[in-house]
Nanobody
Framework: QVQLVESGGGSVQAGGSLRLSCAAS?????MAWFRQAPGKEREGVAS????????SYADSVQGRFTISRDNAKNTMYLRMNNLRPEDSATYYC?????????????????????WGQGTQVAVSS
């Protein structure tokens, strides 16, 4: 069982930046960030394969967010620039087991087995 721990959330004004981190307790396959705002469904934000060579983004964050990972540290990151109030949510990291293929729907939660507890992001206008 792999444990995931997110960090880096906080409060920021619109236009500001934050970097989220997700530390895994062991090797993982593809990873992703999801977010859920109060009263809304969880949505996929960004995903990355193990090698880091392929990434995917939700249209709402394309060009503003950057996902990356450092396999030597078993850590994934999400750099969030030009934040907007609608980005406010609890952000969760997710991971597929090591040596499994990239989920066919990389921004769908069904492709990931391991989940963190979440870190909150609040963006004020």
């Amino acid at each position: 069982q792999v444990q995931l721990v997110e960090s880096g959330g906080g409060s920021v004004q619109a236009g500001g930046s934050l970097r989220l981190s997700c530390a895994a307790s062991g090797n993982t396959g593809s990873m992703a960030w999801f977010r859920q705002a109060p009263g809304k469904e969880r949505e996929g934000v960004a995903s990355i394969i193990r090698s880091g060579g392929t990434t995917s983004y939700a249209d709402s964050v394309q060009g503003r967010f950057t996902i990356s990972r450092d396999n030597a540290k078993n850590t994934m990151y999400l750099r969030m620039n030009n934040l907007r109030p609608e980005d406010s949510a609890t952000y969760y990291c997710a991971a597929a087991p090591w040596l499994t293929g990239h989920p066919s729907r990389s921004l769908s939660s069904e492709g990931y087995k391991y989940w963190g507890q979440g870190t909150q992001v609040a963006v004020s206008s």
